[in-house]
């Protein structure tokens, strides 16, 4: 299975993905903030993150630009998991290269099932996948 990396400043979240996760044979690695995140996502090359978008000092937006900026995300997708459910939010996470967006509170059978398709995923298959769901937000819009 995956090494999951889930980063997000929520002691209750952590339990909940870690058990969830772990629970479907997945290694899960935990952070509560930007900057012990992105040292275990350089250090330890985790197959996948779940990453919360509202963090402490640096948010998960500045996350997704380290990554991008160390080439990163084109091997280690991303699936953002936040409370920021906006439109406007969803349409920057996407933008800013997450590989798949689910919204606060969530179901832990939907966090497992999404972070094995995008973790199958080819990193073009990544791409395209972002590129569509950007095109269908936009078109809520018109």
């Not at 979240?13 to 930007?34: K, Y």
């Not at 995300?73 to 920057?92: G, I």
């Not at 995008?118 to 819009?141: C, F, G, I, Y």
Request: charged letters at 30%.
């Amino acid at each position: 299975m995956a090494r999951v990396l889930v980063i997000d400043d929520e002691p209750d979240v952590l339990l909940l993905c870690r058990v969830n996760l772990e629970h479907s044979g997945h290694e899960v690695l935990e952070a509560l903030d930007a900057e012990r995140g992105l040292e275990l996502a350089f250090s330890q090359k985790p197959d996948i993150i779940v990453l919360d978008l509202m963090l402490p000092r640096r948010d998960g937006f500045e996350v997704l630009r380290e990554l991008d900026a160390a080439d990163r995300l084109m091997t280690m997708p991303v699936l953002v998991l936040s409370a920021r459910a906006r439109w406007e939010d969803r349409v920057r996470g996407w933008q800013a290269g997450a590989s798949e967006y689910l919204t606060k509170p969530f179901s832990p059978i939907a966090l497992t099932e999404m972070l094995e398709r995008v973790n199958a995923m080819s990193p073009e298959d990544r791409q395209e996948h972002r590129a569509e769901a950007l095109r269908t937000l936009l078109l809520e819009r018109v």
